[in-house]
């Protein structure tokens, strides 16, 4: 019921900035959480950052908060992360994903939904 397109990834240098964007169509109303995971070589995929589609506070990793920032743009179906102050361990495929629901969670298995994932490479 919804489809998921991401772009934006790239190669950056250590300290430097990008913007993943994810577009959704299909069924893109009702009750939805929105996700970002990412995936490093020889890691599990993990959790990045998440909210509910209607609104609310967004739940982040550790590990990139006060660095990213998850936002959405409701009338064009859009999500956004913005990727600052880059490190080379944030390298990975990164993923956007959705699941029916208004429960946030962190859990990868819980979401229905993926995007194809774009590649984000930071450089040293």
């Known amino acids: 019921q919804v489809q998921l397109v991401e772009s934006g990834g790239g190669l950056v240098q250590a300290g430097g900035s990008l913007r993943l964007s994810c577009e959704a169509s299909?069924?893109?109303?009702?009750?939805?959480?929105v996700g970002w995971f990412r995936q490093a070589p020889g890691k599990e995929r993990e959790f990045v950052a998440a909210?509910?589609?209607?609104?609310?506070?967004?739940t982040y990793a550790d590990s990139v908060k006060g660095r990213f920032t998850m936002s959405r743009d409701n009338a064009k179906n859009m999500v956004y992360l913005q990727m600052n102050s880059l490190k080379p361990e944030d390298t990975a495929v990164y993923y956007c994903a959705a699941d029916p629901g208004v429960g946030v969670t962190t859990t990868p298995r819980s979401y229905r939904y993926w995007g194809q994932g774009t590649q984000v490479t930071v450089s040293s």
């Open positions: 299909g069924r893109t109303y009702g009750p939805y959480i």
């Open positions: 909210c509910a589609w209607s609104g609310g506070r967004t």
